[in-house]
């Protein structure tokens, strides 16, 4: 299960805010960029219970994300964003791909978002477990 509830270290969030700040971001890079990394600010960056979610784990709407959200924490399943590795736009479309944690191991998130009226209103997306670098078959890493 995937949720777009992230925990960025502030340091780290400071930084890539200036990033997404600059003039070469989109309207919808900059939106999306400013919903990671903010759990209180949910119902005002997301576009209510018209938001479509295509995680077949998870409901439609921000209640249904808030269900899957409490679900989580009722099984005392974490996720943690640690790091945002790129973060690609083009119209109302952004992808990022992030490194943290889901449910205690090592895990790559790939979450694609369609972004209307300035709010998140589509979301798709993968995760990946990322394992030990014993076991890579080549020295790339996965970002």
């Given at each position: 299960?995937?949720?777009?509830?992230?925990?960025?270290?502030?340091?780290?969030?400071?930084?890539?805010?200036?990033?997404?700040?600059?003039?070469?971001?989109?309207?919808?890079?900059?939106?999306?960029?400013?919903?990671?990394?903010?759990?209180?600010t949910l119902s005002q960056k997301f576009d209510g219970d018209d938001y479509i979610q295509h995680n077949p784990?998870?409901?439609?709407?921000?209640?249904?994300?808030?269900?899957?959200?409490?679900?989580?924490?009722?099984?005392?399943?974490?996720?943690?964003?640690?790091?945002?590795?790129?973060?690609?736009?083009?119209?109302?479309?952004?992808?990022?791909?992030?490194?943290?944690?889901?449910?205690?191991?090592?895990?790559?998130?790939?979450?694609?978002?369609?972004?209307?009226?300035?709010?998140?209103?589509?979301?798709?997306?993968?995760?990946?477990?990322?394992?030990?670098?014993?076991?890579?078959?080549?020295?790339?890493?996965?970002?």
């Open positions: 299960m995937r949720l777009i509830v992230a925990v960025v270290t502030p340091s780290r969030f400071a930084a890539e805010e200036k990033l997404f700040a600059s003039a070469t971001a989109t309207k919808a890079e900059r939106s999306v960029r400013s919903s990671i990394g903010s759990i209180v784990s998870i409901g439609d709407g921000l209640s249904g994300l808030g269900k899957a959200l409490e679900a989580m924490a009722k099984a005392g399943v974490t996720m943690k964003y640690d790091r945002i590795h790129h973060v690609l736009g083009e119209g109302n479309f952004v992808l990022t791909v992030s490194e943290g944690t889901f449910a205690g191991e090592p895990t790559a998130f790939y979450d694609l978002f369609r972004v209307d009226r300035g709010k998140l209103a589509e979301h798709w997306d993968t995760i990946e477990a990322i394992p030990i670098r014993a076991r890579w078959k080549n020295a790339n890493g996965k970002f």
